[in-house]
């Protein structure tokens, strides 16, 4: 009784294993690829609302500290022009980064297969 227990059981997750090890790429290119660009996607959004850029581009034209003479106007516009110019190029490198990470997600089986496979080629040699 318990030997037939044990090889069912056995049974079960071999069969189990197996699903899951043939799933595992159909998962990773469909459900996963589309959670992996979501959360890309999120984080370069987060990026955007932690530089404040649109906060910037939006109040490009209004006075800092109240300045609302001539001078005030020109200097506050130019310093948040630059300012707008710098976080454009930070939101730029991180989304940059964010989209190599994103293309190492979608090569990653790729490679894993391939270093497998070269990994065993010694056997056949």
Do not use: H
Request: aromatic share 18%.
């Amino acid at each position: 009784m318990a030997g037939n227990i044990f090889s069912s059981s056995l049974k079960y997750i071999t069969i189990d294993l197996a699903g899951d090890l043939l799933y595992w790429p159909i998962w990773w290119y469909s459900k996963g690829l589309l959670k992996a660009a979501k959360i890309c996607l999120n984080e370069i959004t987060d990026q955007q609302e932690r530089l404040g850029l649109l906060v910037w581009i939006k109040n490009i034209s209004t006075p800092m500290f109240g300045q609302y003479d001539l001078e005030g106007r020109i200097i506050s516009f130019f310093v948040r022009l630059i300012q707008i110019i710098v976080r454009f190029f930070l939101l730029l490198i991180w989304s940059i980064l964010i989209l190599v990470l994103f293309l190492i997600w979608l090569i990653f089986p790729v490679i894993i297969v391939y270093e497998i496979g070269d990994n065993f080629l010694w056997l056949f040699k």
